[in-house]
């Protein structure tokens, strides 16, 4: 699952990201593979079988989106 728009897909479609943050100290996180999160929000084909079922407009799931983007970067930079 993708941690950014919590879009469900094969291992195959997610990537791993992430970076040194310290010598000790790692953070990474799972993303869509292409970075195509806003396509897949917006897309007509977003309530398909690899979607969470949720009652949030369009709208709501970018604002989450880039919040939680937004969250990464302020927590672990």
């Known amino acids: 699952m993708c941690d950014w728009c919590l879009s469900v897909y094969p291992v195959s479609r997610i990537a791993q990201l992430g970076y040194q943050q310290t010598k000790t100290r790692s953070v990474g996180l799972y993303a869509c593979g292409q970075l195509d999160c806003v396509d897949r929000i917006l897309s007509p084909d977003t309530n398909n079988v ?4 949720e009652t949030l407009t369009k709208e709501q799931k970018i604002q989450r989106y880039y919040a939680r983007i937004g969250n990464f970067f302020d927590n672990s930079v």
């Open 50 to 53: 690899h979607s969470m079922r």
